[in-house]
């Protein structure tokens, strides 16, 4: 249990102090909730004695002050009065938890949303290098699912188990009141039933949902091969082994759900079946101890309407302790990447406080770097200038270290050692002003399944996009002659990943793309290497055309491709 409160402690840490005030409030409506549930329970007795004998209520300490002489023969008018305020009493007692049930929905369907936005965002704002050992079926599984499980599964669950709490322990004190003795008797049946099920059961959901995660990723790493590898895997004739990993991580998920939906599904029997132990023992020991039928019914009706609700109460917490145990297992991810990367963005957030200005040169001062669990630097001691109006050329062999000195100076990496500068500023204490200089065309242009427009105004709401700066890209990346082909001009959609373009096509996209902003700086990143000659030439040939007005940095492995730089 300790360790249950830890777990939730921890997504509790997660909440600004609005949305802890929020839970607060609701936790109190549930606490009323709970009440006026005891209420109405402790009402049945009352109610049974108004039918039998309506001059028994005077003894009632509640009632007697109050209401006028009674006779001790029911009559209609009085039956009518009492259901009349016994169903009353109901009607407000279940409206009040419809209301809390709506609130309660309410915020944790904003907390969805708000929890799903701030991992997607710090995702979206973590360093290169963290990305560098992450998968994308990981950060997929912990922004859709993850972040759903961990409020599904254990917060909501635990609000739940908190008004179950409180509404068991109000009608195990009303009933420890009413018959201290012989109501002691079923709590200790029951409540030892409940410890068992909850101590056999709580390790095995907690491992089930873990598998369930694991399993989870899988599945979605596979469904992502599998599409992302058609093609390769249709040549090679490897679809089947690609369907296997698919099957056999479903298979063990499923089969994980199974197990969990059958252990939910007989919680509530078992503790079924010690509420009702309880409730015989108890009215054993009470038809011992009292002589009289008709003072026992309403004590019998007290104690039948106690067990009923306590079962279902009980079969609550059980079932509701097994969906914590197996919804804990997506506690850790959310949590720890939340706080490592938020660390980490408010650190960059202090140190990114300079400004560049207009770009006149980049200086890089005997700069190494190490990638992550590497056995040596990919670049070592490396100094360079470039200035405004220079094209410059890394030209090398697979694996020398162009990309990694290009991501440094983009400043997706940071440097071991040594300094890049931007006009004399280092370019990590300024990195959103350095950022605003720069145009990149990666060798695999990213296109979404949208419009080429969207796919050049990157990012841009489609109401926002500026006609001029489009048109300017569109000329500059030779496209107007494509784009005026097309029977939806700019509006044509390019299909996932650009399918429906060819290769040269989608280069120039990635090129009016780079240069919608017009930045100071354009890079290129092996951005020919995919084409044939022809293509190249093209693409090629509408960089060249740029080289007057902005620096440009190209990365190539072929002299082919940079005959023409400076």
Not at 47 to 55: A, L
Not at 170 to 194: C, E, N, Q, R
Not at 291 to 314: E, H, N, V, Y
Not at 467 to 482: D, G, V
Request: hydrophobic share 50%; net charge positive.
């Amino acid at each position: 249990m300790l360790n249950l409160l830890r777990d939730v402690n921890k997504l509790w840490s997660l909440l600004d102090s609005s949305d802890r005030w929020k839970f607060a409030l609701l936790f109190v409506l549930m606490a009323l909730g709970a009440t006026l549930e005891a209420v109405s329970i402790g009402a049945v007795p009352a109610f049974v004695s108004v039918i039998m004998k309506p001059s028994s209520l005077s003894s009632y300490r509640w009632a007697g002050e109050w209401l006028p002489a009674l006779p001790d023969v029911a009559t209609l008018n009085i039956v009518l009065l009492a259901s009349t305020v016994f169903l009353t009493l109901i009607m407000l007692k279940n409206g009040f938890l419809v209301f809390v049930y709506s609130v309660q929905a309410r915020i944790v369907a904003n907390q969805r949303i708000k929890l799903g936005n701030r991992m997607f965002r710090t995702y979206q704002a973590a360093p290169y290098e963290w990305h560098l050992l992450r998968s994308s079926p990981q950060l997929i599984r912990n922004i859709q699912i993850d972040t759903t499980q961990v409020l599904n599964s254990v917060l909501v669950p635990f609000l739940g188990l908190g008004m179950s709490i409180i509404m068991m322990l109000f009608i195990i004190l009303m009933l420890l009141v009413t018959a201290p003795s012989v109501a002691l008797t079923g709590l200790v049946v029951t409540g030892a039933g409940l410890y068992l099920v909850i101590k056999l059961l709580h390790k095995q959901m907690r491992r089930l949902g873990e598998i369930i995660r694991t399993e989870t990723k899988q599945v979605v790493k596979a469904i992502q091969q599998g599409f992302g590898a058609l093609v390769d895997a249709r040549i090679i004739g490897c679809e089947s082994a690609l369907h296997q990993a698919f099957a056999r991580a479903l298979q063990r998920g499923t089969k994980a759900m199974q197990r969990e939906f059958i252990i939910n599904r007989a919680t509530p029997l078992a503790m079924e079946t010690f509420a009702i132990a309880g409730l015989l023992a108890t009215l054993l020991l009470l038809m011992r101890g009292s002589r009289s039928l008709d003072a026992m019914l309403p004590s019998i009706f007290l104690l039948g309407a106690a067990t009923l609700r306590l079962k279902q109460l009980l079969s609550q917490i059980a079932t509701t302790l097994n969906q914590i145990n197996a919804g804990r297992a997506y506690i850790p991810s959310i949590t720890h990447d939340l706080r490592e990367l938020e660390a980490i963005a408010q650190q960059q957030q202090a140190a990114d406080a300079g400004s560049i200005g207009k770009f006149r040169s980049l200086l890089l001062d005997n700069v190494t770097y190490t990638y992550p669990e590497a056995a040596r630097p990919a670049v070592k001691n490396i100094s360079l200038e470039i200035v405004a109006g220079e094209s410059v050329a890394f030209v090398g062999s697979s694996g020398c270290g162009k990309s990694t000195l290009v991501n440094l100076i983009l400043g997706l990496l940071t440097p071991d050692s040594g300094e890049i500068s931007v006009n004399g500023v280092n370019i990590h204490h300024s990195i959103s002003s350095w950022r605003t200089h720069l145009g990149y065309i990666p060798q695999s242009i990213y296109l979404l399944d949208d419009s080429i427009m969207a796919n050049i105004a990157f990012g841009v709401p489609r109401g926002e996009v500026d006609p001029q700066r489009l048109k300017f890209a569109l000329q500059s990346a030779r496209l107007e002659e494509f784009i005026a082909s097309l029977p939806h001009g700019v509006d044509t959609v390019a299909g996932e990943r650009g399918m429906r373009l060819s290769g040269g096509q989608r280069q120039r996209i990635g090129i009016a793309r780079a240069l919608y902003h017009n930045p100071d700086v354009l890079v290129m990143d092996e951005a020919t290497a995919a084409v044939d000659n022809k293509t190249e030439v093209e693409v090629m040939a509408a960089v060249n055309s740029l080289k007057r007005e902005r620096t440009i940095i190209i990365i190539a492995h072929r002299l082919s491709t940079v005959v023409s730089c400076d």
